[in-house]
């Protein structure tokens, strides 16, 4: 059994420490719509980029700024609070995979309060810096659950194992 745990604390690293390269978008591609595709100041409107991502939703300045819906090209589809170009506020990210994340974002990362559920119905629940685990979280898999302190998308102290 000790064995067993010892093992998955490292399984635990990988899922957690893992980044989500789809939701890291490069500020420089999200700022740049096509030409022809933008709209007035602070209205709605539809944005189209280079990479093959598109965008419906608020659109001031020529980006997206307000609440809106980005898809990605790879299929994996942001809602939620923009500004200035970026994923900012509050979202919900579902991936291509069927993964998803739903919570806080800042300048396209997960950081703050969230919940990632993987496509095999893992899940993590805590606080998010820069795309990994990082204050009080609890994970939830298919055989155990632990909750403890996580920094840099491991877990930090001895936490509290349950074996279902």
Known sequence: MKKYLAMSAGVLAL???GGCGKCERSADTATQPQ???QTPAGAD???AFSDGAKYQGTVKDGKMDGTGTLTLADGSKYSGDVKNGVMEGKGTL???DGGKYVGEFRNNLRTGKGVQTWANGD???GEFVNNKAEGTGALAMKVFSIV???RNGRLHAAGKFLIR
């Open 94 to 96: 579902v991936f291509a």
């Open 35 to 37: 030409a022809g595709t």
């Open 15 to 17: 899922f957690v420490a």
């Open 148 to 150: 403890g302190e996580f």
């Open 123 to 125: 899940t993590y629940d």
């Open 45 to 47: 409107g539809t944005l």
